[in-house]
């Protein structure tokens, strides 16, 4: 058994990245709370970022590559974001029930 391992239980948000920054409501976790934690894959290099309803990436924000993910603290956030950086893609987040 692995104890460090995530739980992915609640279904995720995907945004299309472009040209102009694109956010969505962070998804809540099964039990319909915000997560403190969510996961972060993508299809194309893009740019990330959490925040407050109406938040935008820009190309100093967290790079993204397909190759890999990220987990990120999103506690006290409502709103990630995401650009792309040469070409459009997917942007999958998806909560964590705990961490």
């Known amino acids: 058994?692995?104890?460090d391992a995530i739980s992915i239980q609640a279904a995720g948000v995907s945004?299309?990245?472009g040209a102009a920054s694109v956010n969505s409501t962070i998804p809540n976790t099964s039990s319909?709370?915000?997560p403190n934690y969510v996961?972060?894959?993508v299809t194309a290099n893009c740019f990330?970022?959490?925040g407050s309803a109406g938040v935008a990436a820009t190309a100093n924000d967290i790079l993204m590559i397909p190759a890999d993910h990220v987990i990120l603290k999103v506690w006290?956030?409502?709103t990630i974001a995401a650009i792309q950086q040469a070409a459009a893609g997917i942007c999958?987040?998806?909560p964590l029930e705990d961490l």
């Open 1 to 3: 058994m692995i104890d």
């Open 92 to 94: 999958n987040v998806a």
């Open 15 to 17: 945004l299309t990245t």
């Open 39 to 41: 996961r972060i894959s």
């Open 32 to 34: 319909g709370t915000k």
């Open 48 to 50: 990330v970022k959490v």
């Open 76 to 78: 006290g956030n409502t």
